[in-house]
């Protein structure tokens, strides 16, 4: 042993200090003991846990509840019934689970204070969006897709039975923004952050996975601008606006391009 290293060695010992070695295995102890406490149970936001564990239950309802449907429907019986389960599943449960919980329901977007200062984008949105509606209505795969209400044989439409088709299909649209933006992203927002609406644009993207591959992609997109702005906002009413202008735009381009009659 060098003489500098036995003189280190000896200040270390009368200091009470001990050798860098074992200094690195408590720490290392001590890392872990913090590890494991912040695995506890008890570490667990209850509100977090609530919200991801009811979204999990309405998913799945959303996805599966129309297989209880009787196959038998007459069109506006079979696309109102999808509609009242979306209505089930992605508004009633998490309003009801909000109520039990006490959880106030303008924390979680049904405020409608401010918006008269957050119109702008929303607007914005509509302009870039209804365009791109009309285009793409001229494609083959999007007339086949809307109007979700099935059109009788011979191009007819009968205006009445569009007409309570629309007003369940407005109704849906609430149901999806209060889920989406209000439960999950705003329900979320506390724990994550702005990380909420990377959250809620999963399940957002997976429900349209059944459409055109299009509207999948502007899926993505939609989430990611209408979480930002209810972010902002706090509230749901102007992207469910925008919603229903757009979702009523595409079933009037497709009926106009199918050339129906009323």
Request: proline fraction near 4%.
């Amino acid at each position: 042993m060098r003489k500098g290293d036995g003189l280190r060695l000896a200040l270390m010992k009368k200091s009470g200090s001990q050798p860098h070695g074992n200094e690195g295995v408590h720490h290392a102890a001590k890392g872990t003991l913090n590890e494991q406490e912040g695995l506890s149970l008890r570490n667990v936001d209850r509100q977090v846990v609530l919200v991801l564990v009811t979204a999990a239950c309405c998913l799945w309802i959303g996805q599966f509840g129309g297989r209880l449907r009787p196959s038998n429907l007459q069109p506006l019986h079979r696309s109102v019934a999808w509609a009242g389960i979306q209505i089930f599943a992605y508004l009633i449960i998490p309003v009801i689970v909000c109520i039990i919980s006490r959880i106030n329901l303008a924390t979680v977007g049904w405020s409608i204070r401010g918006l008269k200062e957050h119109w702008t984008p929303y607007a914005g949105i509509l302009f870039v969006a209804l365009p791109a509606v009309v285009a793409v209505s001229f494609s083959s795969e999007f007339q086949t897709k809307y109007p979700l209400l099935e059109v009788r044989d011979g191009g007819q439409v009968d205006l009445g039975q569009m007409l309570i088709w629309w007003a369940f299909y407005a109704v849906q649209f609430v149901a999806i923004e209060s889920f989406f933006r209000g439960f999950l992203v705003l329900g979320l927002a506390d724990a994550f952050g702005m990380n909420a609406i990377l959250i809620a644009m999963l399940p957002y993207l997976a429900i349209h996975f059944s459409k055109p591959p299009l509207e999948a992609v502007a899926s993505i997109v939609g989430a990611l601008i209408m979480g930002i702005l209810a972010l902002r906002s706090r509230s749901i009413w102007l992207g469910v606006v925008v919603h229903i202008v757009i979702a009523g735009t595409m079933d009037v381009s497709s009926l106009l391009q199918k050339g129906v009659q009323w």
